[in-house]
């Protein structure tokens, strides 16, 4: 009996996917085992970006290594279709302000035009009662993207 691969995604494919996503979860190097988070993310074309709140291990691991594994995926109830890309690179902190803050604003629109609850705020640093829009006025998270992508691996359903 012959072994079956999963067929992969052409670049058009994946970038498609990530594009239309918005929630990943990242790999951080954990003490002994990889210590894996969810996280709301927004794609330019280019880099993926994050926000994360300003505690919590994954601040812990990011400050000792900042190399992790992002993945993203899409699939249908029954799993009759899928698709996933696997990214290994590094996580930088964004520190101009300026980029902060155009970041963050991607972040509210993101909130917006998917019409998520604001219970997510929670998840950024902020109350739900929050406007989305506090997002980009107040600095309760980091930002962070993801560079130096040296392995990427992207799969989809026969």
Not at 5 to 11: Q, S, T, V
Not at 25 to 50: H, M, N, S, T, W
Not at 57 to 85: G, H, M, N, Q, W
Request: proline letters at 4%.
């Amino acid at each position: 009996m012959e072994i079956v691969k999963i067929p992969r995604m052409e670049k058009k494919e994946y970038d498609s996917l990530i594009e239309e996503g918005y929630v990943c979860r990242i790999a951080f190097q954990g003490e002994k085992y990889p210590y894996i988070a969810p996280f709301l993310y927004v794609f330019d074309g280019k880099f993926l970006y994050f926000l994360s709140t300003k505690y919590g291990k994954k601040i812990e691991y990011f400050r000792k290594s900042p190399y992790v594994a992002v993945e993203i995926e899409k699939y249908t109830r029954d799993l009759s279709c899928y698709t996933f890309v696997s990214m290994q690179g590094y996580l930088e902190e964004v520190t101009d302000s300026i980029d902060k803050k155009l970041i963050r604003k991607e972040f509210v629109t993101l909130v917006k035009d998917k019409k998520l609850s604001n219970n997510i705020l929670a998840a950024l640093g902020h109350s739900p009662q929050d406007p989305p829009s506090a997002i980009a006025k107040e600095e309760r998270s980091l930002v962070w993207k993801l560079t130096g992508v040296k392995d990427l691996v992207a799969l989809k359903s026969i």
